[in-house]
Antibody
Framework: QVQLLESGGGVVQPGGSLRLSCATS????????MHWVRQAPGKGLEWVAA????????YYVDSVKGRFTISRDTSKNTLFLQMNSLRTEDTAFYYC?????????????WGQGTLVTVSP | DIQMTQSPSTLSASVGDRVTITCRPS??????VAWYQQKPGKAPKLLIYKASSLESGVPSRFSGSGSGPDFTLTISILQPDDFATYYCQQYNTFPWTFGQGTKVEIK
């Protein structure tokens, strides 16, 4: 069965960096687009970034452009999110998600999330 | 960015009720709308894609409709397991955007 497992969250000071990982199994990782979606505690969902099935294209929400980088390692079936210059407003649960195809835009499987807290 | 205006924000209902949640996009989205269910402390779960296609394994009491401007998620006969928060999402135009969510509470 499809499984997505995020790791790498934690507490960091403003201006700091974190690298999130999403280990996947149960599907052919290299055939699907992948996403990161975040949710501030008690708030709604915000799509953050997406990467094409082959890594050829990446898209970001404006608020993280130039600070976050999405990448993937097909040999390890793993998705990454490098987060630099973190701000307090980046505090959220970060979910990785599998696209339904190479890149349709909706997520048919989600991980359980990892919490990132940006605090002085 | 496309705004997804979801209503109501909270809905109080009883087991057995018919429940309807609506999303109105600020621009045309060519029926590229998905609906998700989220329970406290859990990840969202896909229910509906392309406005009306039921995801595999999702109970048939869930249905989606609409082709613009409004899109609707309906739960035909509310079950105890359905008390949760529901989100719509447009995936027609980057950045993909979600509605604000509708919390379905026990009346």
């Amino acid at each position: 069965q499809v499984q997505l497992l995020e790791s790498g969250g934690g507490v960091v000071q403003p201006g700091g960096s974190l690298r999130l990982s999403c280990a996947t199994s149960g599907f052919s990782f290299g055939d699907y687009g992948m996403h990161w979606v975040r949710q501030a505690p008690g708030k709604g969902l915000e799509w953050v970034a997406a990467i094409w099935y082959d890594g050829s294209n990446q898209y970001y929400v404006d608020s993280v452009k130039g600070r976050f980088t999405i990448s993937r390692d097909t040999s390890k079936n793993t998705l990454f999110l490098q987060m630099n210059s973190l701000r307090t407003e980046d505090t959220a649960f970060y979910y990785c998600g599998k696209d339904s195809n190479i890149m349709t835009g909706y997520l048919d499987y989600w991980g359980q999330g990892t919490l990132v807290t940006v605090s002085p | 960015d496309i705004q997804m205006t979801q209503s109501p924000s909270t809905l109080s209902a009883s087991v057995g009720d018919r429940v309807t949640i609506t999303c109105r996009p600020s621009q045309s989205i060519n029926s590229r709308v998905a609906w998700y269910q989220q329970k406290p402390g859990k990840a969202p779960k896909l229910l509906i894609y392309k406005a009306s296609s039921l995801e595999s394994g999702v109970p048939s009491r869930f249905s989606g409709s609409g082709s613009g401007p409004d899109f609707t998620l309906t739960i035909s006969i509310l079950q105890p397991d359905d008390f949760a928060t529901y989100y719509c999402q447009q995936y027609n135009t980057f950045p993909w955007t979600f509605g604000q969510g509708t919390k379905v509470e026990i009346k």
